[in-house]
T-cell receptor, first 115, second 108 residues
Framework: DAGVIQSPRHEVTEMGQEVTLRCKPISGHNSLFWYRQTMMRGLELLIYFNNNVPIDDSGMPEDRFSAKMPNASFSTLKIQPSEPRDSAVYFC?????????????FGEGSWLTVV | DAKTTQPPSMDCAEGRAANLPCNHSTISGNEYVYWYRQIHSQGPQYIIHGLKNNETNEMASLIITEDRKSSTLILPHATLRDTAVYYCIVRSARQLTFGSGTQLTVLP
């Protein structure tokens, strides 16, 4: 099993540019999560999808952030326009179908630096 | 969600057992206790979870008190590679909310 795959692993971009982070969940998993991690705020849940439908996006910081899941094997998190305070590690995670608890599996993260 | 309280940091000698405590005094009857860890520069990794009974797997043991107000994660023979931040999470619904965790440092 390849695990949750995220790209890019590292990105440095200039303020004002659009950033797109990509995620491929584990095959067969029906829930997908986007988290953000910073030193100041720790791990924060941004949004999660169930069966490709956004269920809770209350953690999305503002309208500059958007997330989509067009199919069961792909999701994107977009920031437009990016700002220096968006610099963080963004993690994607997925959970198997029928999992009764909360055993979710994380990717290795996308390290974003906005200068 | 039930709030959890963990010490911010702990040290453990290599080869010894690491016992990481977690208080969750407001836990309700249907809430599970989950443990994850995050090794530096990696994504969080699931370790173990339980409801009432003690649990053991290839990574660790989880001891939950009878009143379920606290639990202890036990790494029986800590190695240097176990140095990480350990998160105790109590949750009944669909997503996980991470606190600040315990930074465990395994010393040679």
């Amino acid at each position: 099993d390849a695990g949750v795959i995220q790209s890019p692993r590292h990105e440095v971009t200039e303020m004002g540019q659009e950033v797109t982070l990509r995620c491929k969940p584990i095959s067969g998993h029906n829930s997908l999560f986007w988290y953000r991690q910073t030193m100041m705020r720790g791990l924060e849940l941004l949004i999660y999808f169930n069966n490709n439908v956004p269920i809770d996006d209350s953690g999305m910081p503002e309208d500059r952030f958007s997330a989509k899941m067009p199919n069961a094997s792909f999701s994107t998190l977009k920031i437009q326009p990016s700002e220096p305070r968006d610099s963080a590690v963004y993690f994607c995670a997925s959970r198997p179908t029928g999992e009764g608890g909360n055993t979710i599996y994380f990717g290795e993260g996308s390290w974003l630096t906005v200068v | 969600d039930a709030k959890t309280t963990q010490p911010p940091s702990m040290d453990c000698a290599e080869g010894r057992a690491a016992n990481l405590p977690c208080n969750h005094s407001t836990i309700s009857g249907n809430e599970y206790v989950y443990w994850y860890r995050q090794i530096h520069s990696q994504g969080p990794q699931y370790i173990i979870h339980g409801l009432k009974n003690n649990e053991t797997n290839e990574m660790a043991s989880l001891i939950i008190t009878e009143d379920r107000k606290s639990s202890t994660l036990i790494l029986p023979h800590a190695t240097l590679r176990d140095t990480a931040v350990y998160y105790c999470i109590v949750r009944s619904a669909r997503q996980l909310t991470f606190g600040s965790g315990t930074q465990l440092t395994v010393l040679p």
